[in-house]
């Protein structure tokens, strides 16, 4: 099998994203992972550039990584000096590694109005800096920095500054889409014609400015890179970079060319994941492959085609990269939708059945007055119980009351009491809260404690609320998600109604009463 060497740059490209910022401990984090999944190499940063990354150096040193080597990344010497006395150079050896990056100016644009120096040293710089690393044992990757706007202004500079690369030393040479601009043609012809003139292996290194990074990075080894540079869930600078996820999965699954361990695909969810919770940016429920959306299914004639035959809606096999099918409930899906959820709850039910007409009856009118279950399948399940009178009731609402106080400038205090009924017992309680639906939640929490200790491992995440009727105004009704979460698993919960107030409350107790079912509480 073909193989194609995984450089990750998460630690360097993917930091300079917009409100990304790793500390050392989450570097070193993500190094551990990306070896754990197989990954060839890991860009730690930048030696010298700031404190962090020099402590990351230091420390990744100390680690047994199984795969993975880390590399340390800098630019050419400066105009003028010796390689030997540059202190960006010199930074490098501090870090310890033994593969170093190295970025140069392929652009006459960039040489003559960015470097403000001429062409011919700009080739000096080079060679002089590849060679020094040379000699004193590195390995040096040189990645040619806006190489196919360079290629399409002077091809022949252009490729001047890459066999100056080749003839000091350089193992492998990356061709940048650093602006993002290129298109995927332009991307296939010009590697098919620097393989002609260079002898070195070719990596690529694409931005996603024009949202073909991935198709880019794809065309690019087809036509010969063995190297491919991107990050987890494309973060970066601008609009992104290459997303190695579907890079990876590509290549492996549908081109048959090996880029890390075959069992080590089903972990790629799990990096993803990993990665966007580490960077405090959302999980992106579209993303190919991985996503929570990348194998949902939601209309009656996709439903129905999958029951027969996955292949009918589905690329590959959403076990392959640790993913999962859903199937979303909704007034599109039918009943074929129902038995689908049916079948996976143990429920036995068939398209004729009585249950079934009613189960989607109650759904369409639901979803008419604004109910959202795709994005609430936690509530849907229990919604499903209830109509097949598999439903267990845990308490019972007497009443609550949220009490809202600001006296002056001083700080907002909210408070909730609750008055419940659970086995037979009476618990009349109050808890105070960041906001009126914590308040309800620790009131409730706090209520149940004694009777259902399980909760206490049960948080909840996320609360969104959409208005859906903007012209109806203060009146209009209001779409209310929580997402809630525990130690292994993740579910989402809806309330719909007139009064915020009473549709949290709707969605808060939807998410206590799953979390107990699941638990099998008696």
Not at 357 to 366: A, E, P, S, V
Request: hydrophobic residues 40%; charged residues 25%.
């Amino acid at each position: 099998m073909q193989k194609v060497k995984i450089y990750d740059t998460t630690l360097r490209d993917g930091s300079q994203g917009e409100g990304i910022s790793f500390s050392v401990l989450d570097k070193l984090r993500i190094t551990e992972k990306m070896d754990k999944i197989g990954v060839d190499y890991i860009e730690g940063g930048w030696p010298g550039s700031n404190p962090k990354d020099m402590e990351f150096f230091i420390k990744v040193a100390k680690k047994d990584l199984k795969h993975a080597r880390v590399c340390a990344f800098s630019m050419t010497r400066r105009p003028g000096a010796k390689a030997s006395e540059d202190p960006s150079l010199k930074a490098l050896f501090k870090s310890k590694v033994g593969i170093v990056t190295i970025v140069g100016k392929t652009w006459d644009f960039h040489v003559e109005e960015v470097l403000k120096t001429t062409l011919e040293e700009n080739l000096a710089m080079i060679r002089d800096t590849i060679a020094f690393l040379k000699s004193q044992g590195l390995s040096v990757f040189y990645d040619a920095e806006h190489f196919f706007d360079a290629y399409k202004a002077n091809k022949n500079y252009a490729l001047a500054t890459l066999i100056a690369a080749c003839e000091a030393g350089a193992e492998a040479i990356c061709l940048c889409d650093t602006n993002g601009g290129a298109l995927t043609s332009e991307i296939t012809e010009v590697i098919k014609q620097v393989k002609e003139k260079v002898d070195s292996p070719l990596g690529i290194h694409c931005h996603n400015d024009s949202g073909v990074a991935i198709a880019n990075s794809i065309a690019a080894v087809q036509a010969g890179a063995v190297l491919v540079q991107g990050t987890v869930n494309g973060i970066g600078e601008r609009c992104g970079n290459a997303d190695l996820i579907p890079v990876i999965a590509n290549l492996q699954l549908k081109l048959k060319i090996n880029c890390i361990p075959e069992k080590n695909l089903k972990e790629l969810i799990h990096l993803s994941h990993f990665i966007s919770e580490i960077s405090n940016m959302r999980v992106k429920s579209d993303q190919p492959f991985v996503g929570d959306s990348a194998f949902a299914h939601k209309g009656g004639m996709h439903i129905n085609a999958i029951m027969k035959n996955p292949r009918t809606y589905e690329h590959v096999d959403p076990a392959a990269v640790g993913n999962r099918r859903r199937i979303l409930m909704s007034e599109l899906g039918g009943k074929t939708g129902i038995l689908m959820r049916a079948k996976g709850l143990n429920f036995d039910l068939s398209k004729d059945d009585p249950q079934t007409r009613k189960i989607l009856k109650l759904l369409q009118g639901l979803e008419h007055q604004g109910y959202q279950f795709e994005a609430a399948e936690a509530s849907f399940q229990l919604l499903m119980q209830r109509v097949l009178k598999k439903y267990k009731e845990f308490f019972e609402l007497e009443g609550f009351k949220v009490v809202i106080e600001k006296v002056s400038d001083k700080k907002i205090t909210t408070e909730a009491v609750i008055k419940l009924k659970v086995k037979g017992k009476r618990e009349h309680t109050a808890a105070e809260g960041d906001g009126p639906v914590n308040a309800l939640d620790n009131a409730l929490r706090k209520a149940l404690k004694d009777f259902y200790p399980t909760l206490s491992k049960m948080q909840l995440s996320d609360f969104k609320v959409r208005v859906l009727d903007e012209q109806a105004g203060t009146a209009a009704k209001v779409r209310v998600l929580i997402q809630s979460q525990d130690e292994s698993d993740t579910w989402s919960t809806i309330g719909v109604h007139e009064n915020i107030i009473e549709a949290s409350w709707q969605a808060l107790v939807d998410s206590v009463e799953y979390k107990l079912l699941k638990d099998k509480q008696p």
